[in-house]
């Protein structure tokens, strides 16, 4: 591999934050995004491919160039555009924050709207059948059972969806609402869409209150956010059937947080302890009440 060029971070704003890595305003015309340690060049490249992929099928999302040594790291650097976090875009404007949640809605409709030829991305629904076996150890058989099922029962769908749909991961430049973070883009219904959204404001907050200051949001915020994406991306639905995709959500989002922690052993042993047993007690609730 060529000599990667070198650039420096020190002093530049953080402007987007994901599971990977760190985005930054590195100049008024330029953006990158730093990986985290671990991450391999390999994973680094895939990223930049799908970003690019992205952009073509006209996801909003800033065209990723070349790769580049930070310090001890690698990172991406995206086309010169000025950006601001959705954090400090509201919290400059607190007026702006129904706004920002419908734009928001309206970005993740529009991806919604494309599709992917088969085998173009990873299917969702398969990657979740994979990871159940992960959760069998904690389930009662007639639960776990029970819930392979429900899986089983969401439809196929070439749908686009971002898998990561957060506020880290989305960016204001000038009027327009810009995704990051493209490494987890997926097919699938958008159900699984809505499974990101509630782990991110809602579950992950609930087991430990920090997750919704990484977001530079409080929790009671949080949790509004999250009822809010509910309501706007199922426009017109009644009470009962929002609360039906929330639970939906819910039970997939553990499942998914249960992989990763299963998967990041460098976690603190109490950390992964604490989250997969609030995950499993509130799968285990929702599954009795499908029962």
């Known amino acids: 591999m060529k000599k990667l060029r070198e650039i420096s971070i020190d002093g530049c704003p953080e402007i987007g934050r994901g599971a990977h890595g760190i985005v930054y305003q590195t100049a008024p015309d330029m953006l990158v ?19 690019r992929w992205a952009f073509v099928k006209g996801i909003p999302t800033a065209i990723p160039f070349d790769i580049v040594r930070v310090g001890d790291r690698c990172g991406i650097v995206f086309e010169h555009l000025e ?26 409709k529009q991806i919604h709207a494309i599709t992917a030829q088969p085998g173009e991305l990873p299917d969702m629904k398969q990657q979740t059948l994979r990871w159940l076996p992960k959760v069998r150890p904690f389930l009662a058989e007639d639960l776990y059972a029970g819930l392979c099922a429900f899986v089983d029962t969401i439809p ?16 204001i430049c000038g009027d327009e609402l810009m995704l990051i973070d493209m490494d987890t883009l997926s097919t699938g219904d958008p159900i699984f869409e809505l499974a990101t959204v509630f ?43 929002i609360r039906e995709a929330k639970h939906t959500a819910q039970l997939l989002g553990c499942i998914r ?3 990763y922690v299963d998967r990041h052993t460098d976690l603190p042993a109490p950390d992964r302890k604490k989250v997969t047993e609030r995950c499993v007690q509130d799968m285990t609730e929702l599954l009795r009440m499908r029962a």
């Open 33 to 51: 995004k730093v990986y985290n340690e671990n991450t391999s060049i390999e994973a680094i490249r895939k990223e930049r491919e799908l970003a």
């Open 83 to 108: 950006a601001q976090s959705s954090a400090d875009y509201i919290r400059e404007s607190p007026e702006r924050f129904e706004s920002f949640l419908v734009r928001s809605v309206a970005l993740m």
């Open 156 to 171: 196929n769908r070439n749908t686009i969806i971002h898998a990561d749909f957060h506020m880290n991961n989305i960016l």
């Open 199 to 241: 782990v991110s404001y809602r579950q992950f907050p609930s087991i430990e209150p920090k997750a919704a200051y990484m977001l530079g949001i409080d929790g009671e915020t949080a949790a509004k956010i999250c009822d809010r994406i509910f309501e706007l991306y199922l426009d017109g639905a009644k009470e009962e059937q």
């Open 257 to 259: 947080i249960i992989d």
